[in-house]
């Protein structure tokens, strides 16, 4: 029993990423209204990245000469073009079919992208797990909001979805040449300077509300600073393919959050969506006998 929770402990480094990514939309109800989400995810980032990455360059962490470049550039890219993607998506289907799409297709993404790129072929047990997650996910979206079938809105979504894939799948051979504290905090950093053009088109005056102060420092140190400590740190002894599909639990804690603390409702068929991601959760945290690299 020892043994198997060990060998599960960089599974539920990724899980509980994903449970604090879960808390972005709830802590982002105590924003100043009319604050772009492009401008939420280039100040998170910017903090989240930044913080990290003096944090690296104090305890001579960054190693300039021989840093991966290559890989930092695609994987600040990736997040960055996912965030703009899956928000501009939500703009044209709604928060139901946009999330249902984008998180729901990353998991086939990531398998696709591993097979296909890096030869590595997903393992059956992911199969299955992702299939009860993905299902699940449907369920759990598929009676709240108004969904709107626009398709160049679901086309934004799976293009969303293929970013995070491929961030998860570029991350994982970016953890082959860095520290996962610099290179989580490089690759923020970049990110958020992508983000820059996009953050600024609805202007800054929210930056002088004091009420954005602490959801803001939130975001930056819990959902990006340590979120993604913890994601890259599993991600070492995780597959890409696995450690999406865990990754599922983000839109699961959103939604018991939405219940437990905003006074959401959630119905039975959507309740049955949060039983089948658990248990898609559980499958992959405990399902393997081994680790997969």
Do not use: H
Not at 175 to 189: D, H, N, R
Request: aromatic share 12%.
């Amino acid at each position: 029993m020892g043994g198997l929770v060990m060998k599960a402990l960089p599974y539920i480094a990724v899980l509980l990423a994903a449970m604090l990514w879960g808390t972005t939309g709830t802590t982002q109800t105590f924003l100043q209204e009319g604050i772009s989400p492009f401008a939420v995810a280039c100040v998170r980032s910017g903090i989240g990245g930044g913080v990290l990455l003096i944090i690296a360059v104090l305890i001579g962490k960054m190693n300039w000469r021989y840093w991966p470049w290559k890989w930092t550039i695609a994987a600040a890219f990736s997040i960055a073009l996912f965030q703009c993607l899956f928000f501009s998506s939500i703009r044209f289907t709604g928060v139901a079919i946009g999330t249902v799409v984008t998180i729901g297709s990353a998991p086939v993404f990531a398998g696709l992208l591993e097979w296909l790129v890096w030869k590595v072929k997903p393992a059956r047990i992911w199969a299955v797990a992702t299939s009860f997650a993905i299902t699940g996910c449907v369920l759990l979206f598929v009676n709240r909001g108004e969904a709107i079938v626009d398709l160049f809105g679901v086309g934004l979504a799976l293009g969303g979805g293929l970013m995070f894939a491929l961030y998860t799948n570029v991350s994982k051979q970016l953890t082959k040449s860095a520290e996962t504290l610099p290179a989580v905090g490089m690759t923020f950093s970049l990110c958020a300077l992508f983000l820059v053009p996009l953050a600024l088109i609805d202007g800054v005056t929210w930056i002088g509300n004091m009420q954005n102060l602490v959801p803001m420092l939130y975001m930056a140190i819990m959902t990006t600073s340590i979120a993604y400590l913890l994601f890259l740190g599993g991600l070492r002894l995780v597959s890409p393919s696995a450690a999406v599909t865990l990754s599922l639990a983000e839109p699961l804690t959103a939604a018991l959050l939405g219940v437990f603390f905003l006074g959401e409702y959630l119905s039975w068929t959507s309740w049955g969506g949060v039983l089948l991601i658990l248990g898609g959760i559980l499958v992959m945290t405990f399902g393997s006998r081994t680790v997969s690299e």
